[in-house]
């Protein structure tokens, strides 16, 4: 699931997924491309004479009533699914308590959420890591005066 400028996704009403309501210059883009240039298609696994899945799979996913459909290498799809289910039910309580807002004001605020999520994680982690450092110190302080004292 990473950002990729060459391929768009059509952000969709749920209730009329053949209409596309966006602007180009609004369309997402979202795929992850593999490394060793592998087609979507199944004409390389043809060729070996079995079938295999694909490496990259279409996922319609939807978020406060809207479906948007995703292009998510086929490992990382649960992920996605997860990912959806959580952005969808803090959008939807979102929506619930400001009916007013538009689509895009609340996937941004989705966005700033978990930014804000991810930032507290991090000092959370480098706060252990200097307490564990400290601890360390502390450790090897009084092993080495309980030498000294041997």
Known sequence: MTDNQSNAI????????????QAPNKDVAVQKS???GASTSSTSS??????????IK????AIAGVTYP??????????????VSYINNYAL???RDAPSLSQESILV???????????????????????????????????KDAHSIL
């Open 10 to 21: 059509e952000k969709q009403p749920k209730n009329n997924p053949s209409q596309n309501t």
């Open 34 to 36: 593999t490394q060793s």
């Open 46 to 55: 043809q060729a070996n004479g079995k079938a295999a899945e694909p490496q």
């Open 58 to 61: 279409k996922v319609d996913i």
């Open 70 to 83: 995703i292009f998510c290498p086929v490992h990382e799809q649960e992920e996605l699914l997860s990912a």
């Open 93 to 95: 309580d979102l929506k």
């Open 109 to 143: 605020l989705c966005c700033l959420n978990l930014y804000e999520k991810i930032h507290a994680n991090q000092r959370s982690d480098e706060d252990r890591l200097q307490k564990d450092k400290q601890s360390q110190a502390l450790l090897n302080k009084i092993m």
